[in-house]
């Protein structure tokens, strides 16, 4: 069993920054986030594998960056150019040898 905390989420004002973190108690190949908003399923933001290849949501690219310390088994998303459409519980992802793992969610607020 591997356990994920997630940290930094906050209220922020439209155009803000904030960064999220995630420490796993073991070793992922494949971590990420994905944030649920009120009243929607939950969908992929971002992943990193331990490879380094990155895949984002259209809606993000070019304004969220993930990047990971292994040695740390800890993934970061930092967040840019934040807009209220942002709004959501984000939850920190891992996925490793068929399992997948999945934090309690941190709450992003960007107000407008």
């Known amino acids: 069993q591997v356990h994920l905390i997630e940290s930094g989420g906050g209220s922020v004002q439209a155009g803000g920054s904030l960064r999220l973190s995630c420490v796993a108690s073991?070793?992922?190949?494949?971590m990420g986030w994905y944030r649920q908003a009120p009243g929607k399923e939950r969908e992929l933001v971002a992943t990193?594998?331990?490879?380094?290849?990155?895949n984002y949501a259209d809606s993000v690219k070019g304004r969220f960056t993930i990047s990971r310390v292994y040695a740390k088994n800890t993934v970061y998303l930092q967040m840019n150019t934040l807009k209220p459409e942002d709004t959501a519980v984000y939850y920190c992802?891992?996925?490793?040898?068929?399992?997948?793992?999945w934090g309690k969610g941190t709450l992003v607020t960007v107000s407008s």
């Open positions: 073991g070793s992922i190949f494949t």
């Open positions: 992802n891992g996925a490793t040898y068929g399992m997948n793992y």
């Open positions: 990193i594998t331990t490879t380094g290849n990155t």
